[in-house]
């Protein structure tokens, strides 16, 4: 069993910044890629960036191209976003999810939440005005 454990979210001012981690734990598993998405308030899940486990390549959403970094540390399992200028509509719970080798790596499909097998449980973050 694969667990993802995110950890950095919370309330922040507008301008302000936060990182947001996902450790991996369990089974040891080899993955394509990382990634993280996010779902604000009445909306649905939407993707925010991935990196790809081997090469260290990354994607963006448009809207966070610019501000929000992505960021791998092999050794301890982690991926991390750095979330920089932040406004109140990246308020929202951000999620971690995980691609692993049960399947082909496909980066065009990064954007879609059935590509990724692995989810974490959440971490909010909030950007007052």
């Known amino acids: 069993q694969v667990q993802l454990v995110e950890s950095g979210g919370g309330l922040v001012q507008a301008g302000g910044s936060l990182r947001l981690s996902c450790a991996a734990s369990?089974?040891?598993?080899?993955?394509?890629?990382m990634g993280w998405f996010r779902q604000p308030p009445g909306k649905e899940r939407e993707f925010v960036a991935a990196i790809s486990w081997s090469t260290g390549f990354t994607y963006y959403v448009d809207s966070v191209k610019g501000r929000f970094t992505i960021s791998r540390d092999n050794a301890k399992n982690t991926v991390y976003v750095q979330l920089n200028s932040l406004k109140p509509e990246d308020t929202a719970a951000y999620y971690c999810?995980?691609?692993?080798?049960?399947?082909?790596?496909?980066?065009?499909?990064?954007?879609?939440?059935?590509?990724?097998?692995?989810w974490g449980q959440g971490t909010q973050v909030t950007v007052s005005s």
């Open positions: 369990g089974r040891t598993f080899s993955r394509h890629a």
């Open positions: 999810a995980a691609r692993s080798f049960s399947g082909p790596n496909r980066p065009d499909q990064y954007g879609s939440s059935w590509y990724w097998d692995y």
